[in-house]
């Protein structure tokens, strides 16, 4: 379970790191669920692909920050 924390904080702090406000991070982690289970073997330049049609055009997931959050997310 610490682990888990852990990666939750991690995560967050990428977001807000890559220029995501802490008041938008609920609706991007909404948007960037739906983007994750809309297919077991979707990429994370598949899911930028999404969330830039929903609006996130300035965020760019890398590929460290798109594993941290299919594991926050139970996604693995």
């Given at each position: 379970?610490?682990r888990?924390?852990?990666?939750?904080?991690h995560?967050l702090?990428?977001l807000?790191?890559?220029?995501?406000?802490?008041?938008q991070?609920?609706?991007?982690?909404?948007?960037?669920a739906n983007s994750?289970?809309l297919?077991?073997?979707t990429?994370?330049?598949?899911?930028?692909k999404?969330?830039?049609?929903?609006?996130?055009?300035?965020i760019?997931?890398?590929y460290?920050?798109?594993e941290?959050?299919?594991?926050?997310?139970g996604?693995?």
């Amino acid at each position: 379970m610490k682990r888990d924390f852990a990666n939750t904080e991690h995560l967050l702090q990428r977001l807000q790191e890559m220029g995501i406000e802490s008041n938008q991070i609920p609706g991007f982690m909404k948007d960037l669920a739906n983007s994750l289970f809309l297919d077991s073997a979707t990429t994370y330049s598949q899911v930028n692909k999404r969330l830039h049609s929903l609006g996130w055009n300035e965020i760019e997931l890398d590929y460290r920050t798109f594993e941290l959050a299919r594991e926050c997310l139970g996604k693995e």
